[in-house]
C-alpha cells in the first residue's frame, strides 16, 4: 500500500454494489479491523488506519454501516465482500458457509509445482498462540483444501490461480509454502525479508455468488495491484 489510505479512495475502489452488498478492491497493507499487529503503523508512528474506519462513507444512503460478509488479510489486496444489512449479511453468511461462494486467487510463486493442475489437502492449526493469526500444517487441525491451476511460468517463478474450498486462516499461503513454493513477498511463511520486502504476491481475484435464487450468479473482479503488475510485467505475464 503505497501512502495514506484516503476515504475517497475506497469510494472509487468499489467494484459492486446493489441493495444487499457491496465488494471493494482491498488494497494491499490495509488491515480489515483493529487488531495489536496494527495499533503501530509499519514506521512506528501513530496508529495504522484500517478498513474498518472507512464503513461509513459506504452506506450510500442506508442507515446502517455495511459489515464484512469475510475477511482478507492485511497483506492480500482484491474482493472483499460487505453486507449492507442484518438480512444481508445472514444470507451472505450462509453462501460463505457452505462454500456456495467461490473465490479465485492469483499469486506469484517461488518454484512452482511440475504439473498443471492439482490440490493441497491439509489440515491447518494454530502454529504458536503467541504469535495469532500464524498458522501450520497440523493432523489434528481444522481440514483445508486448496485447488490450484497453473497460468504462466517463468525460470524461477510460476503463475497460479488458487481456489480455498475451505476458508482457514493463512490457508493459501501455508499450503503452498508446506508445498514447496511459497508465495512471493511472503514474510511469514516464505522467504522474503520482515521488513522492505516487495509485497505479498497474493490477490483476490475473483469471486462468485449466487446470491439471488432466480439469477445468475454475480461474478467481480479485482485489477492486480501495482506491485504485482509490475512482477507481471518483468516475468512476461500477460493477463
Not at 512506528?44 to 459506504?58: C, I, K, N, V, W
Not at 512452482?112 to 493441497?120: A, M
Request: proline fraction near 9%.
Amino acid at each position: 500500500m503505497n501512502g495514506e489510505v484516503t476515504e475517497d479512495e475506497i469510494m472509487r475502489r468499489v467494484l459492486y454494489r446493489d441493495a444487499l452488498m457491496l465488494v471493494i478492491d482491498k488494497p494491499a497493507g490495509l488491515p480489515v479491523h483493529p487488531g495489536p499487529r496494527n495499533s503501530l503503523s509499519r514506521n512506528g508512528q501513530g496508529s495504522q488506519r484500517t478498513l474498518t474506519e472507512f464503513l461509513p462513507a459506504l452506506r450510500f444512503g442506508l442507515p446502517r454501516v455495511p459489515e464484512l460478509a469475510h475477511r482478507l488479510d492485511r497483506d492480500t489486496s482484491g474482493c472483499l465482500v460487505l453486507g449492507r444489512h442484518r438480512k444481508a449479511l445472514e444470507r451472505l453468511g450462509k453462501l460463505f458457509k457452505t462454500n456456495q461462494a467461490s473465490k479465485t486467487y492469483w499469486a506469484i510463486v517461488e518454484g512452482g509445482p511440475e504439473s498443471d493442475t492439482g490440490e493441497i489437502d491439509l489440515p491447518l492449526g494454530p502454529r504458536d498462540p503467541d504469535r495469532g493469526w500464524w498458522m501450520k500444517v497440523d493432523p489434528a487441525g481444522q481440514p483445508a483444501l486448496t485447488r490450484w491451476q497453473v497460468l504462466g511460468r517463468h525460470e524461477k517463478f510460476t503463475w497460479l490461480a488458487l481456489e480455498p474450498v475451505t476458508g482457514r486462516t493463512h490457508q493459501l499461503r501455508v499450503h503452498c509454502a508446506e508445498s514447496g513454493f511459497a508465495i512471493l513477498g511472503d514474510p511469514i511463511y516464505g522467504s522474503a525479508p520482515r521488513m522492505g520486502g516487495p509485497g505479498l504476491h497474493l490477490h483476490a481475484r475473483a469471486i462468485t455468488l449466487p446470491l439471488y435464487p432466480k439469477r445468475e450468479a454475480i461474478q467481480v473482479e479485482a485489477p492486480l495491484p501495482g506491485h504485482m503488475l509490475e512482477t507481471f510485467f518483468e516475468l512476461g505475464f500477460k493477463y
